[in-house]
């Protein structure tokens, strides 16, 4: 966490010179749009030469969120379950740019990058939260942009460039930082799931309640929103957007949630497992916080594709190893509320053991997504 701390203040100091004004004749300063990403409405990106963070557009809201968790000790359990963060920028170097252009690009071939290659790479890399932005064929920036060309960019690139087109901010560089959690995988392979069936936003209550009632959020309190999933055999990625995810029904629920967890193959029944004990922790932590109130929050499941099933068997062994390869995280925080307790029972949820009313369809959501996991195991 050090070297990680000395690389986020080196990020800043390059986001942030002491004097901006003697950036006119310093490097540019290049951003690239996050490939892993599969959900959302923000514009995320990072630096090639930063691989641990992401750089999420700034929201007062969700960095209170983070803040309140990050400073408090009472919150060890939900630290767990939540992206790490780092803090806040205001980038005030001139030189700052968005490179989109590989997602312009719609005939680009997927490349051969052999296992060994990868593996060596993100090896090496490990170790080195940061490096020298002057050695241009650096192992940090090679491993990051092979494994982003590693999938048909088809479907994958439309709609990251439409996301680009229609939400990023040009003249806008306050950002917040975040860990990457696909940094120490291979091929990973996430899902995005939306919690709740409660509007909020009245300005939009209307079209928020039909998009509740025309999906699986008003009959399981949770919709899927986004997912990528590494195919061995073809050596793509399946790629599906939040559009799928409203199209998702009863019906069809089950054969897409095995598609995220077979890779190509058979169901990956050890994985679903650890997934399944994990959202129970999760359920137990929100079922005693008293002071958060969680509105339209999503949840992350993040695996790394290379992995067999066989390894993904938890014991004392291999405990740390999966939690690099294995990752649920909530995100999205701007709409959730907070009021301070006024006793440490409070903090503990033991004055009262009754669920947040504020967070009953967001738990509701959890104990369906449980019972459907359940399912995919018999």
């Known amino acids: 966490m050090k070297q990680e701390q000395a690389a986020f203040n080196e990020l800043r100091a390059l986001l942030c010179p002491e004097k901006p004004e003697s950036s006119d004749d310093g490097e ?24 641990a963070f992401l750089l999420k557009p700034y929201k007062n809201g969700e960095h209170k969120f983070y803040s309140t968790v990050k400073e408090n000790s009472n919150f060890k359990e939900l630290q767990q379950f939540i992206p790490y963060y780092y803090g806040s920028v205001e980038a005030t170097a001139k030189k ?28 090496r890399s490990a170790s080195l939260p940061c490096l020298d932005r002057r050695n241009r064929n650096s192992p940090i920036e090679s491993c990051y942009d092979k494994t982003s060309q590693i999938s048909n960019p088809e479907e994958k690139g439309k709609w990251l460039r439409q996301l680009f087109k229609n939400r990023f901010r040009k003249n806008s560089f306050s950002y917040m930082i975040l860990e990457d959690l696909t940094r120490e995988m291979i091929f ?55 559009y799928w995810g409203r199209k998702v029904n009863a019906e069809n629920l089950s054969d897409e949630l095995c598609s995220f967890f077979c890779c190509g193959g058979k169901i990956k029944k050890n994985l679903v497992n650890l997934f399944i004990q994990r959202l129970k922790v999760i359920e137990t932590i929100l079922c005693k916080l008293k ?21 993904f068997v ?65």
């Open 28 to 51: 540019q300063i290049i951003l690239k749009a996050f490939y892993h990403q599969v959900g959302g409405h923000s514009c995320i990106v990072k630096s090639p030469y930063f691989p």
């Open 96 to 123: 700052i740019e968005v490179d989109t252009k590989e997602f312009e690009e719609t005939d680009q071939r997927t490349r051969e990058v052999s296992q060994d290659q990868c593996t060596q790479t993100l090896v």
């Open 188 to 242: 990973p392979c996430i899902l995005d799931i939306k919690l709740g069936s409660t509007a909020f936003n009245s300005a939009k209550l209307e079209s928020q309640m039909q998009k509740i009632k025309a999906s699986m959020s008003g009959l399981y309190s949770f919709r899927l929103c986004g997912m990528q999933v590494y195919q061995a055999r073809t050596r793509n990625y399946l790629f599906r957007d939040k």
């Open 291 to 311: 002071c958060f109130c969680f509105r339209s929050c999503s949840l992350l499941l993040v695996y790394d594709g290379l992995m067999p099933d066989e390894e």
């Open 314 to 378: 938890c014991n004392a062994k291999n405990e740390a190893f999966l939690e690099k390869k294995v990752k649920i995280r909530f995100i999205d925080f701007e709409n959730a509320s907070f009021h301070e307790p006024s006793t440490e029972e409070e903090f503990a949820g033991e004055e009262n053991l009754d669920k947040q009313p504020g967070n009953d369809d967001i738990i509701t959501g959890l104990v369906n997504f449980q019972k459907i996991l359940s399912q995919l195991l018999s």
